[in-house]
């Protein structure tokens, strides 16, 4: 993990466009404040676009997963804009319909044929062949060819989290779980470990080490926040409270999570039992799924607010999900409750997961950044890696995306590829544009070497 300082100003009675807060072990970057010297406003930027400038605002990517498909009847979008109409499923995206995009029609061929779960997800967001047997071989991940991109401005190059432990051994079809658990791989022999733990993903973006993980972050930064505050402009003052406040709130939440986490050590020292071995709650995870989630969540909108990280990953339900969701009445486990995907049930699973997305949408958005939000500067990518758990079929998956990189990306749109060739519905072309989107200009990417027409 890279750790890059803050800049220094030339001027130490100045203060630059983006300010950073420093204190004991901690450098905080705050959203961009227009009454400081050098401010630059969204119109400003994108008349430099226009001109062939680079975005002046920092562009983000994120991509959130749920294994097992949709309900099929229940998915489906209609008209554009602020007419779009949503699905049931997809009603959770009202808020922010006109920055979203619905994919329709888009699969992997290489994870097709293969066999069910394993070789479905394995190489979800690479492309590449992968093999089976005890040798894990897939590719890298489009998201971190991303983060190697972009990752050297910013604390950690990638944020890689889950809501689920993975599994171990292999499937019934002679493919690793490996590839069910993870979908970003640093390489091809290795995946991206999994962060599950709210406490421990926090303390990673605000380097809370040793001592200082019992120490607030607000408090390490306190008098240069005050000092702040007396320089700039009343809405921007406005702007700078918001934010600590919402920071504090995240950390409150925090604090309790990682006496859960301690407790659940101690419970695991006394029964001389890993900790990964143990059942939610006595591994220290939330027991309801709804707080991690929307925790998760948080600190992936705090790491990009912040600019610790520009690139994250969110596994909400693993392809073979164990998670159950007592609160929406649902009994059966997610991947039992798959196989009967046009169900009730599965259609209230699916659409919770979508609200995790309209949710981190909506505090992107809440956050100014010139004259647009943090989520006119981002790309968040919902996915799942089938369209039917019934059938097992990913001959297409459901895709959104919410955000427009900066305008590089238009939105509020229903693309469908169903009725294209192969050739022309690939998920490694959808990958190839956003990544050109993002200053990543490649030749070809998995089986691709064409950018998705309409894009």
Not at 32 to 52: C, F
Not at 381 to 404: C, E, L, Q, R, Y
Not at 427 to 432: E, F
Request: net charge neutral; hydrophobic share 35%; proline share 5%.
């Amino acid at each position: 993990m890279k750790r890059t300082p803050a800049p220094t100003p030339a001027n130490p009675g100045s203060i630059s466009r983006r300010t950073f807060l420093q204190g004991v072990g901690v450098t905080m970057a705050l959203p961009w404040l227009e009454s400081l010297p050098g401010a630059t406003t969204a119109s400003a930027a994108v008349a430099a676009a226009e001109a062939g400038a680079a975005s002046l605002f920092p562009q983000r990517f994120g991509v959130l997963f749920m294994g097992c498909g949709v309900n099929p009847d229940h998915w489906w979008a209609k008209g554009a804009g602020a007419e779009m109409e949503l699905s049931k499923s997809l009603a959770p995206l009202d808020p922010v319909k006109g920055k979203i995009n619905v994919i329709n029609g888009l699969f992997n061929k290489r994870a097709t044929g293969q066999g069910i779960h394993p070789a479905q997800t394995g190489n979800l967001l690479s492309g590449v062949p992968f093999a089976k047997g005890a040798i894990v071989h897939s590719g890298i991940s489009m998201d971190q060819v991303i983060a190697n991109h972009v990752g050297q401005d910013t604390l950690q190059s990638s944020m890689v989290l889950a809501c689920e432990q993975p599994m171990t051994g292999y499937h019934e079809s002679n493919f690793s779980n490996a590839y069910s658990s993870h979908i970003s791989w640093q390489n091809a022999d290795s995946p991206v470990p999994n962060e599950m733990y709210p406490s421990l993903a926090f303390d990673s973006l605000f380097e809370n080490r040793g001592a200082l993980r019992n120490t607030s972050v607000l408090d390490r930064v306190k008098d240069r926040a005050e000092q702040l505050g007396r320089q700039i402009s009343a809405t921007d003052k406005g702007k700078l409270d918001e934010y600590l406040s919402s920071v504090r709130e995240v950390e409150r939440n925090i604090e309790r999570m990682r006496a859960d986490k301690d407790k659940a050590e101690d419970r695991a020292r006394g029964k001389s039992q890993p900790v990964f071995t143990m059942k939610r709650p006595d591994n220290g995870l939330p027991e309801d799924l709804r707080e991690h989630a929307r925790l998760m969540c948080d600190i992936v909108a705090l790491g990009f607010q912040t600019d610790k990280t520009r690139v994250a990953s969110l596994i909400l339900a693993r392809d073979l999900s164990s998670l159950y969701y007592p609160f929406l009445d649902v009994r059966e486990a997610h991947h039992g409750a798959s196989h009967n995907d046009t169900s009730e049930g599965y259609e209230r699973i699916a659409r919770f997961h979508l609200g995790q997305l309209a949710y981190l949408a909506q505090r992107l958005e809440a956050m100014p950044e010139g004259e647009g939000t943090v989520l006119d500067n981002s790309c968040i990518m919902f996915m799942s890696n089938m369209f039917s758990g019934t059938k097992h079929d990913n001959k297409k998956v459901p895709i959104v995306t919410a955000g427009g990189l900066g305008g590089a990306l238009a939105t509020g749109r229903v693309l469908d590829y169903s009725d294209r060739g192969d050739e022309d519905r690939k998920l490694c072309s959808l990958y190839l544009g956003i990544m050109d989107r993002m200053g990543v200009k490649l030749d070809h990417f998995g089986d691709a070497d064409t950018r998705l027409a309409g894009l």
